[in-house]
């Protein structure tokens, strides 16, 4: 507990964890039904976010004394409240999705795409990439599962794709600080590319590039379906709490200081020049500087939030956005295992392109 | 007893050892514990999401780290 924000005692006691306020004795586990758990947190989560707003501007003007018309007040207002809302609502959100994907295991998202057709199964394994649990770490035993079940390359790229970019961290964020058009704009469009980027890599015909002893290898039943109960579901989502805010909240922390810094000191319009419609050279620019990025949305997505208020270009932003949570070199290095270099190229070059035409286009219709 | 931990070195896999050391420990069980890091044999073992712990041949969780509790009641049966 030391050393950390004032919002974060939220997180050790996640709104959900359904304990009440007086500790259950030693020896004695605390056993809750899960519609308690579930309404004691929705209770205790609606309280705390209702008190953020009041709470940050007594602590700027009232306790700190900060004048809120100048340029500092202005930094330090955001600050103190957009941090522990987006935090509040990234406990919610990663709560929630941790127990949605317990009802999607990669086997049953497996079974559900074999023997499809490419365009329905591009559709079906974006679509499925969204709520399948997925982490880069597994990226070659799920590739390896897919392709040997026969599900088409292009189709498992389309889930390989739509897993990263379209995660709960990125959308809350986005949705938290940007709101709900372009957040909407980003899942939609970033479908659209996962579907046709899987859809062109399966009509390129590239299985040849896959490492030859993926095909050759002889592959066990595997793991046998588990029939997780409703305490259980509910324990995978505080995990996910713990694991992913636990792991992403510094990102969070600095990502809204310095887009704060941004609000409070970079005149409006400042970067309209540089980032606007007009620079057509914006898009591909941000697309190379946001493949390198890895996982770092959540420490991004503040930033541009700011750039977008002092006039950057939405498409620009946009692809920027999707190039860091799309593609990751650290990724492509795992992949190496199972894909030549070839096809590793052939897959960052589609979805690139993909990302730059949405940004491009966005640009000009914008 | 022959446990295996099938992951590719991650925390994750880490935390997942870790457990399984404490349930083990906890019951007092003569076991062998094994870390299978190698990935064309974890994805051979029909593993699509690590880590994943496998009791005396046989994958019982995959893709979550499981509490030392949980692993307890497994091993019980």
Redesign the interface.
Known sequence: MTGRSMSLPVLDQPPASGRPPVAPGPGHPFVTRPAVELSIGAVLWIALYATIAPLSSWLVTGFFGVDGGTRFGTALQFFAFETPKVLLLLVAVVYGVGILRTFFTPERTRAMLAGRRETVGNVLASLLGIVTPFCSCSAVPLFIGFVESGIPLGVTFSFLVASPMINEVAVVLLFGLVGPGVTALYIGTGLVITVASGWTIGRLGLERYVEPWVYALHVESGPEAERPDGRARLAAGRGAVREIVGKVWPYVVVGIAVGAGIHGYVPADALAGILGRGAWWAVPAAVALGVPMYSNAAGIIPVVEALLGKGAALGSVLAFMMSVTALSLPEMVILRKVLRPQLIAAFIVVVAVGIMLVGLLFNALL | MKLEIL??G?A?CQQLTENTKAAVGALGLDAEIVKVED??T?????????P?LAVDG????????A?PAEIERLLRH
Request: aromatic share 0%.
């Open positions: 992951g590719s991650c994750r990935v064309a974890i994805a051979g073992r029909g593993v699509m999401a690590t994943a046989r994958v019982r969780i995959s893709g979550r780290v509490t």
